[in-house]
């Protein structure tokens, strides 16, 4: 095990990778990611309940909840009529899937 240990530590300092932890309980050093998991929980929370659901429909409830994550715009939008740098968030969803989601 030992050894284990030494050729994984050799390999990472060799990569040069660096670790950084999030302190627990401090939700503002996980920004983007942490809205990210309270959203998917929200809408697991929402559409499961307490209900029980196989493999494949649990995998298409967090298809159909990723989609709806997905075409929400990633920043406010200008209010701005003539702004056309702006582009609504999801029209790049929009025209891969086809439709847009509610």
Same mark, same amino acid.
């Given at each position: 095990?030992?050894?284990?240990?030494?050729? *994984?530590?050799?390999?990472?300092?060799?990569?040069?990778?660096?670790?950084?932890?999030?302190?627990?309980?401090?939700?503002?050093?996980?920004?983007?990611?942490?809205?990210?998991?309270?959203?998917?929980?929200?809408?697991?929370?929402?559409?499961?309940?307490?209900?029980?659901?196989?493999?494949?429909?649990?995998?298409?409830? *967090?298809?159909?909840?990723?989609?709806? *994550?997905?075409?929400?715009?990633?920043?406010?939008?200008?209010? @701005?009529?003539? @702004?056309? @740098?702006?582009?609504?968030?999801?029209?790049?969803?929009?025209?891969?899937?086809?439709?847009?989601?509610?």
């Amino acid at each position: 095990m030992s050894n284990c240990v030494s050729n *994984l530590s050799k390999c990472l300092c060799e990569e040069r990778v660096e670790w950084s932890f999030i302190p627990p309980r401090a939700p503002n050093h996980g920004g983007l990611w942490e809205a990210g998991v309270k959203a998917v929980k929200y809408h697991l929370r929402r559409v499961m309940g307490n209900l029980r659901f196989t493999y494949e429909e649990f995998l298409t409830i *967090l298809n159909q909840i990723e989609g709806v *994550l997905n075409s929400r715009p990633l920043y406010p939008l200008s209010c @701005d009529p003539g @702004d056309f @740098d702006a582009f609504p968030s999801w029209s790049s969803h929009h025209s891969h899937c086809g439709a847009k989601f509610n």
